[in-house]
């Protein structure tokens, strides 16, 4: 599961208005590492591979929607690594057309299930675990979104990637695994701000806070900017996701770093962030997941 980390540049973002306030912004381009186990996802399975080696597991077992960057990924680490793969797959009775994402799945000789919204809901429930961990034994069941202490811990791995003279890391947050590990790794002198891009990020905070080393301290979840709710989107977005490629050649996927990145230049306008702050985005990767929007310029 090799991946080049040198493709992984801090790009210096530099416009008129950053320069009017004072702001200086790079992006840690991590959608660039892999092309299909791009952003946090290489980080968040390479210690989930690793434990099922150790573990002497032959299949990764995980959960995802019909366009989930946490199920592609899997799908293709599971491949390099030589494992077989088993995802299932939330409200989908397997009569509709597959979904790019999960035909790329397939193809990467990912097995999928589909599961009712109510069986799907169950996935964190012990009891169903067990179930599925007795009906395949030599499977690592991995929790949706690669949220566990592997995930953490790999995705700790990004924080060295992350200079260390900076005022703010911003990154946008689904599960919270990639945001508690890097914080746990982070120099406890940089702030850090997760973007919540979906409704109800509130329950979230208990969450990431349940998963912290020093919980109350150097970070903040802001959950206004989520367009109406995970992977909603509005004309808004979109604009600005194109306007942002053309302004820093760097695309954005709209379900997570196109609404961390207009939450941040709403922020900055707003005076939310210091004039002067030296800040770092963490681009997360998930482009893939653009091939769900009808009309998108780049
Ligand atoms: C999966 C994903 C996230 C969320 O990561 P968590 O560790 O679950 O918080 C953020 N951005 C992108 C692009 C993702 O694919």
Redesign the pocket.
Known sequence: MAIDLLKAPLQTLESPFLKERAVGLSMLRL?RIHPLI????WF?LKEQIRASQRRGKQQLLTFGGAF???LL?TAAAAKASGLASLGFVRGFHGREPLSATLSDCTDLGMELRFLSRADYSRKHDPSFILQLQQEFPGALIIPE???NAA?RKG?GDIAALIPGDLDLVV???????????IRNALDAGIRML?FA?FKNGAHLEQEIEKNLVYPRSGWELITEFHFGGFARHRPELIRFMNDFYHQFSVPL?F???AK?MYGLFRMIADNRISPGSRICAV?????Q?NRSLPSLLF
């Open positions: 959608d791009p952003g946090n996802k968040k989930s960057n946490h990924a979104g690669g949220n995930g995705a990154l946008p947050v689904g599960t919270g695994t990639t945001f508690c590990g997760g891009g996927d379900v997570y770093t961390m681009h997360t990767g998930g482009l997941g």
